[in-house]
């Protein structure tokens, strides 16, 4: 019989149930952010309601994410972390640093994302959250302190959130992050990817 604890808190082997959905959920909301975005510009024509759809789809899990990884980051901070599988000093400090590069993108993505962006949010067609540019924030710090428009501001922040997290580094993130879990799994044969999974051993 496979047993399977019900824990909601991390224990030194397993991580708890809450940090898995939390982990998972914040995997297909990635998932959801590239699908919806790449399904705009490669399947849809400018100005057609399907390209509104799609951005605003991409725009709700986006700041979904933003929502979910401070409840993540509060979480975390609650918790003791799973001990790590025996490996060098190396290979430690290489897995700390991917995942806090990981939390980093998940901030600084949908940041530069609602940051950047000329429209505002229909979450999910829920409700309406503003655009940034229609915020005091943006009047003080922008307008006043810097003397910028909208337009001058969005060049850098949307090449940010496009060119290099977009297109490149959060793609090497996670197809890294994803990999060395599969070479944990099937390589090195340890718990690694159990660990987010199931709590059977
Ligand atoms: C972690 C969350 C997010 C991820 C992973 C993500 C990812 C991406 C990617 C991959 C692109 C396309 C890059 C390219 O042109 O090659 C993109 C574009 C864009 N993102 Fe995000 N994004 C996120 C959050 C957000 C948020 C919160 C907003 C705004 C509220 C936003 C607004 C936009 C806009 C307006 C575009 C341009 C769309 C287009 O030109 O078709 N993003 N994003
Ligand atoms: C198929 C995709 C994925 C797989 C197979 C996977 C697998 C794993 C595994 C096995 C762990 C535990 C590692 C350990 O304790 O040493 C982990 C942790 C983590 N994953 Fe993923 N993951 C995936 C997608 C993602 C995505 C998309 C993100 C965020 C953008 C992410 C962020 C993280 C973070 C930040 C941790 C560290 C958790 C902590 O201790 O605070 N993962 N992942």
Not at 57 to 67: E, P
Not at 125 to 154: A, C, H, M, N, R
Not at 178 to 189: C, I, N, R, T
Request: glycine share 6%.
């Amino acid at each position: 019989m496979i047993e399977v604890s019900m824990a909601f808190k991390n224990s030194d082997t397993d991580y708890g149930s809450i940090a898995k959905w939390i982990h998972w959920l914040m995997a297909m909301l990635f998932l959801a952010a590239y699908v919806s975005v790449y399904y705009r510009q490669w399947f849809t024509e400018a100005k057609t309601p399907e390209n509104w759809t799609a951005l605003q789809l991409h725009l709700s899990f986006g700041v979904s994410i933003m929502a979910i990884v401070l409840l993540r980051l509060v979480w975390r901070a609650m918790n003791k972390s799973p001990k790590p599988e025996p490996g060098t000093n190396l290979e430690h400090l290489a897995a700390h640093l991917g995942h806090y590069a990981l939390y980093v993108i998940m901030i600084i993505a949908p940041i530069t994302g609602y940051i950047g962006t000329g429209v505002h949010t229909e979450f999910f067609f829920l409700f309406d959250i503003p655009k940034f540019s229609d915020t005091v924030l943006f009047q003080y710090i922008v307008v006043e302190s810097w003397g910028l428009t909208f337009k001058e501001f969005e060049k850098p922040i949307d090449f940010i959130h496009k060119e290099i997290l977009g297109a490149w580094l959060m793609w090497i993130l996670i197809v890294g992050h994803a990999g060395a879990a599969l070479f944990h799994h099937f390589v090195k044969k340890d718990r690694t990817l159990k660990k987010m999974t199931s709590s059977a051993p």
